[in-house]
T-cell receptor, first 107, second 114 residues
């Protein structure tokens, strides 16, 4: 059974700090996705990673993929309050999601 | 392009009743997916369509659940004889091959079974 594990599950950080969220998955997948979800809202697509070594950046968020290690990271640079949300990684076409990482950025 | 839409946004029903949800995908997208999300969890895959063909169903989808996409455009998800455990957010997403199958999600239908 394909499993996707994220850590940490909850992250409280101060504005201006850097941190990384990790996403491990148990079998091969040719693609990995990162989504953001605000409370009570639907999911917003952040990144699509399609190959080993892929790196994508948008603003203060950068995602990378290592298919050999079955690992993706979402790095947050100089966090701001607006980044507070739950972040999900997901793999394969039909999307198997991790448990989500709830990020709380404090002023 | 108005995005993926879902109706209704909220549904409260009594146990044992049937409910039906509708999803309208982004117009040029040929794939449509249904997911279920409970509080504090990631979405769980239920089923997906390519055009009008239902290509995969999760084991989570019991016999009480049925989904259709009759003309390859909008889709419906019906739950018969609802149970309290069916209470969840039901999310629809659509994608096309041209976008690496990146899925765009609708706002969801929140079902509460009393």
């Amino acid at each position: 059974e394909l499993k996707v594990e994220q850590n940490p599950l909850f992250l409280s950080m101060q504005e201006g700090k850097n941190y990384t969220i990790y996403c491990n998955y148990s079998t091969t997948s040719d693609r990995l996705y990162w989504y953001r979800q605000d409370p009570g809202k639907s999911l917003e697509s952040l990144f699509v990673l399609l190959s080993n070594g892929a790196v994508k950046q948008e603003g203060r968020l950068m995602a990378s993929l290592d298919t050999k290690a079955r690992l993706s990271t979402l790095h947050i640079t100089a966090a701001v309050h607006d980044l507070s949300a739950t972040y999900f990684c997901a793999v394969t076409g039909k999307l198997i999601f991790g448990q989500g990482t709830t990020l709380q950025v404090k002023p | 392009d108005t995005g993926v839409s879902q109706n209704p946004r909220h549904k409260i029903t009594k146990r044992g009743q049937n409910v039906t949800f509708r999803c309208d995908p982004i117009s040029e997208h040929n794939r449509l997916y249904w997911y279920r999300q409970t509080l504090g969890q990631g979405p769980e895959f239920l089923t997906y369509f390519q055009n009008e063909a239902q290509l995969e169903k999760s084991r989570l989808l019991s016999d009480r659940f049925s989904a259709e996409r009759p003309k390859g455009s909008f889709s419906t998800l019906e739950i018969q004889r609802t149970e309290q455990g069916d209470s969840a957010m039901y999310l629809c997403a659509s994608s096309s091959s041209g976008t690496a199958y990146e899925q765009y999600f609708g706002p969801g239908t929140r079902l509460t079974v009393t």
